[in-house]
């Protein structure tokens, strides 16, 4: 685990040129970490496919008992689950995304590539857990949605949310590393003259998935950590007793519900704009307004989760605003989708399969988004939702727009990433297929919907007129599934064709296709110098007008870039710490199921894996000084990653403070806010800003290379943190004996608890921290050159102090006033 | 080749197209939304109509515009000849594609807007009639707090009279949905909903829960029957009326078994069984002073026939997988008996 | 190259001991104020903007000089800044919905 650089000159061997098990398990390298991802989730793909075929055979007929309501209740949530978490979105952010960023933005890895395989490793293990009900025959059973208070412990017995629950919260921590990683990997890593402005449009998607990502994902995870303190501690967040609501997890589930459509639907529209300019061979259309519609798509979609709730009565004042804030996106969406129409305009189009995909995502995704816009209607709204017309809304917008671009980006990219081209002939048929059978399949379900037929029904009455279509789709799904058949045999027999693929196989527009099929392991020999959008194009033809076929110019290009001479380039060295860290992970899991002992052993593994993970990460930094000379964008990437990890913080407190202020007006009886002690938080509060001081003194006295006295500060801030901890452990105490207030007795103790208690919680990561800190000061080991690790702890801790600035205020000082 | 694939191909669309056509002319659509009975529907049906008017318009205007982009610049291929024009935006036509789907947008909300204010009037008149819906896991509970009278999975109202319903949920969230009288409204564990509605047509209509609540959410359905007001005042009038206790036969033994097997602990029968003071909540199971005077059981899964019934409470898991009526494990002439005393319950 | 002249170009100089006594010097005073405001009755009803003001300058201060947010670069501010006005948004609708509820769909205790 030693941290030895290696080191690559000379020849360009690939990066599957290593193999070894060991080197795959260990493996930091940003294209094999992708080929990770897309091995698991293509396995996922056909597993939720699988569930699908099952639900859609059990309604071939009415009155069908093939499934017991039981099975057929756990099909659909996980084929909704596993599509959602474990297939479009690590097809598109951890296969395609992983693999294309770096290789897109002229960069050698992400920025951070030890997390980066912590994410795969731990969004493998949340996978397997959730799936692990098939064992038991206990998968997830609530929908995808999981809407409280069905998934209360009374209503759920058994252990199917539980592995829901637990397992989402794992793939939310997978999720929300990603998308951390990969946005300072865009700002940040970008090689020079790639400006904002020039990115190819799928980085611009990516980049603006990773910030929906990172401020959507916190509203989940407060819903889920309710949801599981309701399972296993017995508190009432979602149950409608003491005042309690179970809107309470609809709005926190669709704040994060609605920003995750998107997730899965820009780096879709990202694919699309780089396949359909490439085979019409003309620059995307309005580029600029491209990007602005896909900023606003993702802005807009934190105002309108209500939608989802029309039909729970949130009143006509919300039920209009959302609905107008709903209909605004389609003005965006339409700028996108004319875009991609003038693209295709007057273009000179090879119609490869990967267009195809392309030009029928165009029309499917349309129909998908047109019938969103009669949803987000109210009226209209209430009498299709949960109806099969919702249904056949979501699966044009996730198959027939994301899993057509998923396809087409397969047909695109997999040459670069295997270096083999997948058969056309096979394509075509695939594609003809799949197109056929997914009208057939979800087209009628729009009828079915007018219709009246609810959906998530496991059998349903003859005489309602709903016979033929379910038939009829059916049979669709089917030639779906030969469709996808056809699929895997392509990619298996492209795999064992020994035809190796040029390096830009489809002359194309930009960098990653100016490099190797397959890449080399550090991807670019030395670093480009972008000179204006579709890089690579400009490379070849030296202008956005191309000289006709000069295919000898491409040749040019990419021989004038081999012989300037390769850098020694070092690239960071494999790691167990990624795997370990998953696997604590998976092991608190389990041990929240089964023993609390196994929880504090997953603990252990995750601190250890955390720690070691740390210290290599420091020497990995120094290494790169010379590779970051090139990179530096004037900001170091750990703290621009520490920075939007604190954004993404914002949300989960204001998730967590919000419901605070809305159960406390709602508690119903026994202690409130009053018997808060403002003497003893007063004196918290002291404590925390004076320590707060000390972290800059700490700081400061590092950056000037004062040893000692930083050591000191260090220790006095861990201390001080300790002392204000100590007052928490004093207050709660106190509140459980004197006050007899337990944190399932009302509405104010469970959301008091869990507030101050997670800040108190994030306080003592804080405090662990800054002790290691104050140790590696200790033992000389904190130099002058690394006040960088003290300014980011710091930045954590001041963030913790504004927190409690925050708490302070509105739970102690306001603790009076009832509806604060 | 190709075309006599692509004739075959109308063909067997044309058959399809035929056999949908047959049934849709064959078969009536109990939970049709296009067939609005009442003010609501309308109201929803007329928003329903010009928003998909709107979304036609602009699909018909893309697939012209991407198929013949498709068609004439994909011909070009294998041609030789030079190089597209490389463009890449106009201003104009980035302009005239932002504003036009805001004008349509803005036609879509004004009458979005005004049925959302219409649809949920904050205050009702006095003479509007109450009906309480009350949601259990997995069947319909309905009262008439103004007239004394309560039934389950079959609700009567009168036409032509504002009914209010407001809906309560006795366990988890489900959705109370009629297509044919107006949009569905969740009910919600905690607070009362509600759906104001004049039903214009009287009739028979279909209902089901529209939000997923557990194993059996499939088998929640319930009926609407919409009556003239003589219609409905007769029928309130037998509601209120106590069950006639069979005198004597298989009918009278049947009303003993049923006192003395656990059905009373759950489901009422006035003034014979259950218990004398109601619980403020509902019942767990259905009241069946009337039962015989309904056209379904197990809300809306079975056809109100003895032999129905009959198997209902011999196995009432594998008619309505979940539910919480527990096997009795009556057999033969017992069984037989408390069929023949349900079904005299008129 | 300099790899740290990029560095230099956007990250000023952090402030010395002196700034961030002064600052916590005025942290002090304006959470004894705080506490101040909380037990003086004749400013109860005005205690809530009070309370915001004084809670967000002290916010405010930390954030820019604690966390260096006035020296450093800007595209911190707005890492921090976006997300920070996204939370409020989220939390004053859920505030808003909420009331709603409780107003015109008053609780209700189930039975069962």
Known sequence: ?820 | MNRRFGARWLLWCALLLFSGATEAAARSYPMDTMAPRSDLAELIQSVYVQVTLWDLLVLVVVIVALFLAIFWFSTRFGEPGEEPVQFHSHMGLEVAWTAGPILILVLITVPTVRAVFNTQPYHWPKEALTVRVIAHQWWWEFRYPSLGAQTANEVHIPADRMIHFELESADVIHSFWMPALGGKRDVVPGQINQITLVAKVPGEYYGQCAEFCGASHANMRFRVFVDTAEGFQRWVADQLKPPVMPASGLASEGARIYQNAPCAICHRVKGISGFSKQYEGGFRGPDLTHFAGRSTLAAGVLDNTPDNLATWIQDPQTVKPGALMPRLGLKGHELTALVAYLESLK | MNPHEGAQALEHEHPQAPVYLAVAVVLTVLTVLEIAVFYAPFLQPVLVPLLIVLALAKFVLVAMFYMHLHYDAGVFTSLFGFPLLLALLIGASLLMLFAYLAAHLSPVIPYL
């Open chain 1, 1 to 820: 685990m030693a941290a030895q650089p290696k080191e690559i000159a000379g020849q360009r061997p690939s990066y599957l040129a290593e193999g070894g098990l060991v080197g795959w398990l260990t493996t930091i390298d940003h294209k094999r970490v992708a080929v990770l991802y897309g091995l698991s989730s293509l396995f996922f793909l056909f597993v939720g496919g699988f569930e699908a075929l099952l639900v859609r055979t059990q309604l071939a007929v009415p009155n069908n008992h093939l499934l017991s309501a039981d099975t057929y209740n756990q099909m659909f949530t996980m084929h909704g689950t596993t599509m959602i978490f474990m297939v479009i979105m690590p097809l598109e952010i951890g296969f395609f995304a992983n693999f294309l960023i770096p290789l897109m933005i002229g960069a050698r890895d992400v920025a951070f590539p030890r997390i980066n395989a912590l994410s795969f490793w731990v969004f493998i293990f949340g996978a397997l857990f959730m799936n692990a009900g098939w064992l038991w025959h206990a998968l997830p059973d609530a929908g995808w949605f999981g809407y409280a208070n069905l998934t209360e412990r009374y209503y759920s017995p058994g252990m199917n949310i539980d592995l829901w629950d637990i397992g989402l919260l794992i793939l939310g921590v997978s999720t929300l590393l990603s998308g951390l990683n990969f946005f300072v990997t865009i700002v940040n890593m970008r090689c020079p003259g790639m400006t904002f402005m020039r990115m190819p449009m799928f980085m611009w998607a990516m980049l603006v998935t990773t910030v929906l990502i990172l401020l959507a994902f916190p509203a989940l995870t407060v819903g889920l950590i309710f949801l599981f303190l309701d399972r296993f501690i017995g508190t009432h967040f979602y149950v409608a007793a003491l005042g309690a609501t179970p809107i309470l997890w609809q709005h926190l589930f669709w704040i994060f519900g609605h920003p995750e459509v998107y997730i899965m639907a820009l780096p879709a529209f990202g694919i699309i704009s780089e396949i359909l300019p490439v085979f019409s061979r003309k620059p995307l259309f309005g580029y600029a307004g491209m990007a602005y519609a896909l900023v606003l798509i993702a802005f807009l979609s934190y105002g309108v989760w209500g939608h989802h709730m029309f039909s729970t009565g949130m009143g006509p004042v919300a039920d209009a605003t959302f609905s107008i804030t709903s209909m605004l996106i389609a003005v965006p969406t339409g700028i996108k989708i004319f875009s991609w129409i003038a693209t295709v305009w007057g273009g000179k189009l090879r119609m490869t399969t990967a267009m195809y995909f392309a030009l029928a995502f165009i029309l499917e995704f349309t129909i998908g988004g047109l019938s969103g816009v009669m949803h987000a209607s109210p009226p209209i709204d209430l009498q299709q939702t949960d109806s099969y017309f919702i249904v056949a809304h979501f699966h044009y917008v996730l198959f027939g727009g994301m899993m057509f671009a998923i396809l087409g980006a397969f047909f695109y990219w997999w040459p670069k990433i295997t270096g083999r081209l997948l058969d056309e002939k096979l394509g075509r048929w695939q594609f003809w297929l799949t197109v056929i059978g997914f009208n057939g399949t979800f087209f009628p379900m729009h009828f079915l919907g007018v219709l009246g037929m609810p959906r998530r029904i496991y059998t349903y009455p003859a005489g309602m007129g709903w016979t033929f279509w379910n038939s009829f789709e059916t049979a669709c799904a089917y030639l779906l599934g030969v469709a996808f058949l056809i699929f895997l045999v392509n990619l298996v027999r492209s795999l064992r064709s020994e035809q190796a693929v040029g390096d830009d196989p489809w002359d194309a527009r930009t960098l990653e296709w100016s490099v190797g099929s397959p890449p080399p392991a550090h991807n670019f020999d030395d670093i480009v110098t972008v000179r204006g959008r579709d890089a690579f194009w400009l490379m070849k033809y030296g202008s956005h007008d191309a000289p006709g076929h000069d295919s000898s110019a491409g040749a040019r290009a990419s021989a004038a870039h081999a012989e300037a001479g390769h850098a020694h380039v070092h690239l960071p060295a494999p790691s167990w710490y990624p795997l370990l860290f998953a696997a604590g992970l998976l092991v608190m899991g389990v041990g929240a199921m089964t023993w609390l002992r196994v929880v504090f052993l997953g603990a252990g593994l995750l601190l250890v894996s955390i720690v070691g993970m740390g210290f290599e990460y420091a020497t990995y930094g120094q290494e790169t000084e010379e590779s970051r000379a090139t990179f530096f964008r004037g900001v170091d990437s750990r703290k621009m990653g520490m920075w939007a990890f604190l954004g993404s913080e914002c949300v989960f407190f204001a998730c967590l403070i919000s419901t605070y202020m809305v159960y406390k007006a709602r508690n119903l009886g026994g202690p409130d806010a009053a018997v808060l002690d403002i003497p003893l938080t007063s004196f918290s509060t002291f404590v925390l800003l004076t320590s707060s001081l000390l972290m800059v003194l700490a700081l400061a006295a590092i950056q000037r290379g004062d040893r000692k006295w930083s050591a000191i500060w260090l220790f006095g801030t861990a201390g001080f943190g300790l002392v204000f901890l100590g007052g928490q452990v004093y207050e709660f105490s106190k509140l459980y004996l004197v006050e007899h207030l337990a944190m399932q007795d009302n509405l104010f103790g469970q959301t008091f608890y869990t507030l101050v208690g997670t800040h108190g919680t994030h306080v003592a990561i804080g405090v662990v921290w800054l002790f290691v800190m104050a140790f590696a000061a200790l033992k000389g080991k904190l130099q002058q050159s690394r006040s960088l690790a003290v300014e980011i702890a710091g930045l954590y801790w001041h963030f913790v102090d504004i927190v409690w600035i925050v708490i302070f205020t509105l739970v102690y000082l306001m603790r009076s006033i009832k509806e604060a």
